[in-house]
């Protein structure tokens, strides 16, 4: 059949090995040099070039590029670090800003034609974004509370001393142990199972296409409409998960640096 | 009570804190559950009890949970972070 040429490499139920993004260049370099990592550091260079071009020539009467730039800072600045934490969250507001530019623009690559998988449907780069925040909320409430009035305030919630042998660890295991679990695998997650469904309806296509009857070879039109619609709702899905990072982590931040009341 | 709810804390207010709030809810009401229902595992695996600690841990838990939520989220709670 012609059809057969159609048909893309990948077997259709799309299964976790297209997670596995071959090697990059050379086989020897896999795993050190694959796909993700080259993707990571193209979004980091155009993070980098995208600021230093933008505020390169600051006017005040800022340039198209230079309000593009300010309105990812300001957002950040006000409705999270400021929203979140508080006066004390300016100073945290370079990070967050760079946090939610760096989780936007890997996370993208989900929908750009012909990548159309983010780095982040690997556990590795949410897991390791986690590990930042969850060092970064705890080193703030330490320095500011110092160890035992931090761990106090975190761990001891206003309640009778009864019930505190329940509560503490649950505030423990909420605070502590899931917080960086659950702030990793809600990218992740949400990442893979985006790169899965278009994967799915896509490569689906194809095989009703390859299909034997002539009343089944159309449906693949549908799948693929599908596949298009489901790609502007990855787009959302996108920028949703890297607001949500941002916030959760500023939360974080701002628990950690509230005074007990 | 919500018509005269006065603000104590300038911060979030809208969606970005409700959002918050609901995750550090879910958080607290799976966790409690998650770490008695644990713990009341591991009872009956040593006693040979066949399930009935970790209903019980579990049941536990999530009464901790509910708890802390209502303690630490509720409009005036004095652990309001």
Redo the contacts between chains.
């Keep these: 059949m012609t059809t057969q040429l159609l048909v893309p490499r990948t077997d259709f139920p799309p299964d976790v090995r297209e997670f596995f993004t071959p090697a990059f260049f050379n086989d020897a370099l896999y795993p050190w040099l694959t796909k993700f990592t080259f993707y990571v550091w193209i979004s980091v260079a155009l993070l980098i070039i995208f600021f230093l071009v933008a505020y390169r020539n600051p006017k005040m009467v800022p340039t198209r590029m230079q309000w593009m730039a300010e309105s990812i800072y300001n957002f950040n600045r006000e ?2 670090a ?5 006066h004390e ?1 300016v100073k945290f507001a370079p990070y967050l800003t760079t946090l939610f530019c760096f989780i936007l623009l890997t996370n993208l690559y989900g929908i750009v034609p012909g990548i159309q998988i983010s780095p982040n449907a690997h556990i590795a780069f949410p897991a390791f974004l986690a590990v930042i925040s969850y060092v970064l909320f705890n080193y703030v409430g330490i320095r500011k509370h110092g160890f035992v009035k931090y761990f106090r305030i975190a761990l001891i ?3 009778p001393w009864y ?1 505190l042998p ?2 503490i ?3 423990f ?2 605070t502590f142990i ?2 960086p679990f ?1 702030l990793a695998l809600r990218l992740f997650a949400n990442m893979f199972a985006g790169h899965m469904i278009l994967l799915v309806f896509t490569l689906g296509g194809f095989a009703l296409l390859g299909a034997n009857s002539w009343f089944i070879k159309p449906v693949s039109l549908v799948s693929w409409a599908m596949a298009l619609a489901l790609t502007g709702l990855e787009a959302l899905i996108i920028v949703l998960q890297a607001y ?1 990072f941002v ?2 982590t500023s ?1 974080y931040v ?2 950690a640096l ?1 005074e ?2 | 009570m919500t018509g005269d709810r006065t603000p104590q804390h300038p911060r979030g207010g809208d969606e970005a804190a409700g959002a918050n709030q609901g995750w550090v809810a879910l958080s607290y009401l799976i966790g409690g559950i998650a770490v008695w229902g644990f713990v009341g595992w591991l009872i009956d695996r040593w006693l040979h009890t066949g399930g009935i600690a970790t209903a019980i841990g579990a049941v536990l838990g999530a009464a901790g949970g509910v708890y802390l939520i209502v303690r630490r989220l509720a409009p005036h709670a004095e652990g309001k972070r």
Excluded at chain 1, 82 to 86: A, F, Q, T, Y
């Design positions: 409705n999270v400021k929203g979140m934490i508080g969250g919630p206003p309640a019930i329940i509560l660890p649950i505030e295991a909420s899931f917080r659950t949500v916030i959760l939360s701002g628990g509230a007990e009341h």
